[in-house]
């Protein structure tokens, strides 16, 4: 016992004579870095802010899934019912000046009909479905309409979109840092300190600019038009700014 007391008690001096003697004990070198390591100057203030951008923009195009379903006996006969609707579909699409780069198939579907899960097949269902912009806002109602008439019986999921939408982003994203900014000038200046400069920028949520309507027309619809309000779409992002405190 008496000799681990003596060498813990020999350390407690050696540890005590470095933090005493410093340069003598350790050399220049070492000393100051001890010194750089001491919590006064290791330590950093910091402020963390969210900050909030939200642009709106008038929309310059509307997208809508225009699609053909066909349901006979056989399926010889839903499919070529199904083909020679389409092609009209497309047809009047093209006519009415949409370019072929804005039509696009994203979905063709062969379903077996039954008359329950384990009975006999009663028909076939097959359905084509295309994925169309309208750039021409002011002719979009009157461009749905003919597509109906021209055998369209599944119109869905039309929204208003901007074509332009990294511009709209990057707005969002200058706005929401400035805010950021503004903020956390406004919090450090309230206690007297002052803001230094930026640490770390992360982008916290993004929301693009689209506005969904549920129109959906089946083949039995009586509408003589497709009244369309585009209005304004929004933009929404917001950052998380980390600064320095002076």
Request: aromatic share 4%; hydrophobic share 45%; charged share 20%.
């Amino acid at each position: 016992m008496l000799k681990q007391a003596t060498i813990s008690a020999g350390i407690a001096l050696a540890v005590l004579a470095i933090f005493l003697l410093g340069d003598q004990v350790l050399g220049p070198a070492a000393s100051s870095a001890l010194a750089k390591k001491s919590p006064d100057t290791a330590f950093q203030r910091t402020i963390s802010v969210m900050g909030e951008g939200k642009i709106t923009a008038k929309p310059d195009s509307v997208q809508a899934e225009i699609g053909v379903t066909s349901l006979r006996n056989t399926l010889k006969e839903a499919i070529a019912e199904n083909n020679e609707k389409m092609a009209a579909v497309i047809a009047a699409l093209k006519g009415l000046g949409i370019a072929e780069k804005d039509i696009q198939t994203v979905r063709f579907n062969v379903d077996l009909e039954r008359a329950d899960y384990n009975g006999p097949i009663t028909g076939y269902r097959v359905s084509n479905q295309l994925h169309v912009t309208i750039r021409d806002l002011n002719r979009a109602g009157e461009i749905l309409d003919r597509v109906i008439e021209a055998g369209a019986n599944d119109v869905s999921g039309v929204r208003f979109a901007v074509s332009d939408v990294g511009e709209l982003e990057k707005q969002a994203r200058l706005t929401a840092i400035a805010d950021a900014m503004s903020k956390a000038r406004e919090m450090v200046e309230a206690v007297g300190a002052k803001l230094g400069s930026v640490l770390t920028i992360t982008t916290a949520s993004y929301s693009p600019p689209a506005y969904e309507r549920s129109l959906v027309f089946m083949a039995s619809s009586d509408a003589k038009s497709v009244p369309l309000e585009p209005g304004e779409l929004q933009l929404y992002t917001s950052v998380q700014v980390v600064f320095a405190i002076d």
